[in-house]
């Protein structure tokens, strides 16, 4: 059993930057590919990016590449999502979520993920 918890979610102008950290316990963490969604009031869940065990593959969705990073530190048990150039439809609460590795490729699809967080409130003001 994984348990992740999220952090560093808060109040941002648009055009800013926040980073995410998803911290694990009660599993091995470099196990499993570790991935980001969100969901906006009223919205259903999207996926935003996910990073395998190893850190070395990385997939986006189309509305955050080029300005949301996911990356790793196996040795302390956390995933990070950096988040720039933020925009008012950036905002939601945002989830990390756990996928085993093993035989499993990169996922943009919820239902593969088997433990999560309880998410971060993250809110982009115009």
């Known amino acids: 059993q994984v348990q992740l918890v999220e952090s560093g979610g808060g109040l941002v102008q648009a055009g800013g930057s926040l980073r995410l950290s998803c911290t694990a316990s009660?599993?091995?963490?470099?196990?499993?590919?570790i991935g980001w969604f969100r969901q906006a009031p009223g919205k259903d869940r999207e996926f935003v990016g996910v990073?395998?065990?190893?850190?070395?593959?990385?997939l986006y969705s189309d509305s955050v590449k080029g300005r949301f990073t996911v990356s790793r530190d196996n040795t302390k048990n956390t995933a990070f999502l950096q988040m720039n150039i933020l925009t008012p439809e950036d905002t939601g609460v945002y989830f990390c979520?756990?996928?085993?590795?093993?035989?499993?490729?990169?996922?943009?699809?919820?239902?593969?993920?088997?433990?999560w967080g309880r998410g971060t409130q993250v809110t982009v003001s115009s």
């Open positions: 979520a756990a996928k085993f590795f093993h035989n499993s490729e990169l996922s943009d699809r919820d239902y593969e993920y088997t433990f």
């Open positions: 990073n395998s065990w190893g850190g070395g593959r990385v």
């Open positions: 009660g599993g091995t963490f470099k196990d499993y590919h």
